[in-house]
Nanobody, 119 residues
Framework: QVQLVESGGGLVQAGDSLRLSCAAS????????MAWFRQAPGKEREFVAA????????YYADSVKGRFTISRDNAKNTVSLQMNSLKPEDTAVYYC????????????WGQGTQVSVSS
């Protein structure tokens, strides 16, 4: 069982930066792939970024590539999302997600943190 708690959301202006953090409970964190998803009002939840359990591979949605960076600290059981050059279309609730490295679907989810970007 893994519990995830996000933090770091807020209201910023276009072009600003934010850093989201996700704290995970559980001794098996280092064997979990981690990801960030987001859901904007009236839209379906979408993939943002992911990092393998080893930290050796990262993946990004095209819409955030070059602006967002995902990282993890297995010693602290945390995963972060550095978001630069934010745009109004990045406005959404951002969710941290986890799955064991040998599973296909993410099935541990945080409660979400709101990111709002004004123009």
């Amino acid at each position: 069982q893994v519990q995830l708690v996000e933090s770091g959301g807020g209201l910023v202006q276009a072009g600003d930066s934010l850093r989201l953090s996700c704290a995970a409970s559980g001794r098996t964190f280092r064997s979990y792939d981690m990801a960030w998803f987001r859901q904007a009002p009236g839209k379906e939840r979408e993939f943002v970024a992911a990092i393998k359990w080893t930290g050796s591979s990262t993946y990004y949605a095209d819409s955030v590539k070059g602006r967002f960076t995902i990282s993890r600290d297995n010693a602290k059981n945390t995963v972060s999302l550095q978001m630069n050059s934010l745009k109004p279309e990045d406005t959404a609730v951002y969710y941290c997600a986890a799955k064991p490295y040998d599973r296909r679907e993410y099935y541990y989810w945080g409660q979400g943190t709101q990111v709002s970007v004004s123009s």
